[in-house]
């Protein structure tokens, strides 16, 4: 397959609308779906179920989604590393999600520049899903992630760091003076939905909560008493007076790891990763 083919192709997958996909493409809808009945007839498989009102995919189609992504991501990330390291200034790109590890990305910085040969570190800040993604697609070289919350499947990684998760709620909730709170618990007794993050392709799943892209817009969200989450219990200190805070021991606990891809060769993110697990 060529890489036109799969990007024809996650286009149509993700708007599952031949007219949407071909606008998105800046091209024509008559060539973008002789282009898909081409690639199914050369791979033998029918990629789309299409009828007069919608389209939808196939289990064959399902799976080439998810590997002609992860195969533009690294045709994209080839490019871009390879222009990074042609610059004469050598840098590392750094990505982590805003708000995130706060204390020790400042800690791993102050360390890592301290040592000789140093370069230069760009430091990515982003919403919730957005590190995996940037990092897989070459924008960023190295990323803080957190487990179970970002996949690290097909990176390399090292453990930095465990922590228990909590529920931040507004001030004055009835559950606010609760020493703890099970999930169960959480989920039959407050009144306020948990938040929905945007999926990959920037749909939303369905559900009461409401839409947020950024922890900034969450925790104004909570203080008006619009909505809780569930967090990890380093993010104590980025709230405010109007925010309460209960553990929540049955949680799956976070783990900030270090990550890069296996077949990354650069002597500063090495140098960096090193520094991280020091630390």
């Given at each position: 397959?060529?890489?036109?083919?799969?990007?024809?192709?996650?286009?149509?997958?993700?708007?599952?609308?031949?007219?949407?996909?071909?606008?998105?493409?800046?091209?024509?809808?008559?060539?973008?779906?002789?282009?898909?009945?081409?690639?199914?007839?050369?791979?033998?498989?029918?990629?789309?179920?299409?009828?007069?009102?919608?389209?939808?995919?196939?289990?064959?189609?399902?799976?080439?989604?998810?590997?002609?992504r992860t195969a533009l991501d690294?045709?994209?990330?080839?490019?871009?590393?390879?222009?990074?390291?042609?610059?004469?200034?050598?840098?590392?790109?750094?990505?982590?999600?805003?708000?995130?590890?706060?204390?020790?990305?400042?800690?791993?910085?102050?360390?890592?520049?301290?040592?000789?040969?140093?370069?230069?570190?760009?430091?990515?800040?982003?919403?919730?899903?957005?590190?995996?993604?940037?990092?897989?697609?070459?924008?960023?070289?190295?990323?803080?992630?957190h487990r179970p919350y970002d996949?690290?499947?097909?990176?390399?990684?090292?453990?930095?760091?465990?922590?228990?998760?909590?529920?931040?709620?507004?001030?004055?909730?009835?559950?606010?003076?609760?020493?703890?709170?099970?999930?169960?618990?959480?989920?039959?007794?407050?009144?306020?939905?948990?938040?929905?993050?945007?999926?990959?392709?920037?749909?939303?799943?369905?559900?009461?909560?409401?839409?947020?892209?950024?922890?900034?817009?969450?925790?104004?969200?909570?203080?008006?008493?619009?909505?809780?989450?569930?967090?990890?219990e380093s993010l104590r200190t980025?709230?405010?007076?109007?925010?309460?805070?209960?553990?929540?021991?049955?949680?799956?606990?976070?783990?900030?790891?270090?990550?890069?891809?296996?077949?990354?060769?650069?002597?500063?993110?090495?140098?960096?990763?090193?520094?991280?697990?020091?630390?």
């Open positions: 397959m060529e890489t036109r083919e799969m990007r024809y192709f996650v286009a149509v997958a993700e708007e599952l609308h031949f007219g949407r996909a071909a606008q998105r493409l800046s091209m024509a809808q008559p060539p973008l779906s002789r282009a898909i009945q081409q690639l199914e007839r050369r791979l033998g498989v029918v990629l789309l179920h299409r009828t007069a009102r919608a389209i939808a995919l196939t289990e064959a189609g399902t799976v080439l989604l998810r590997e002609a690294a045709v994209e990330a080839a490019e871009r590393r390879t222009r990074r390291a042609a610059a004469d200034q050598p840098r590392v790109v750094l990505v982590t999600k805003a708000g995130a590890s706060r204390e020790l990305l400042s800690k791993l910085l102050d360390a890592y520049a301290a040592e000789p040969g140093a370069v230069a570190v760009e430091v990515m800040l982003c919403g919730p899903g957005e590190p995996e993604s940037l990092l897989r697609n070459g924008r960023a070289d190295v990323a803080l992630l996949s690290t499947a097909g990176f390399d990684t090292e453990d930095l760091h465990t922590e228990q998760q909590v529920v931040v709620l507004p001030a004055g909730h009835p559950l606010a003076d609760r020493a703890h709170l099970s999930f169960a618990e959480l989920n039959a007794q407050t009144d306020l939905p948990l938040p929905r993050w945007p999926r990959r392709d920037g749909s939303y799943p369905d559900g009461p909560g409401p839409r947020v892209r950024d922890h900034t817009q969450l925790l104004q969200l909570i203080a008006l008493g619009l909505a809780c989450a569930v967090v990890p980025q709230l405010r007076d109007d925010h309460a805070v209960v553990a929540v021991p049955d949680a799956p606990v976070v783990t900030t790891v270090i990550a890069w891809p296996p077949h990354s060769r650069s002597k500063a993110v090495a140098d960096l990763v090193r520094t991280a697990t020091r630390l």
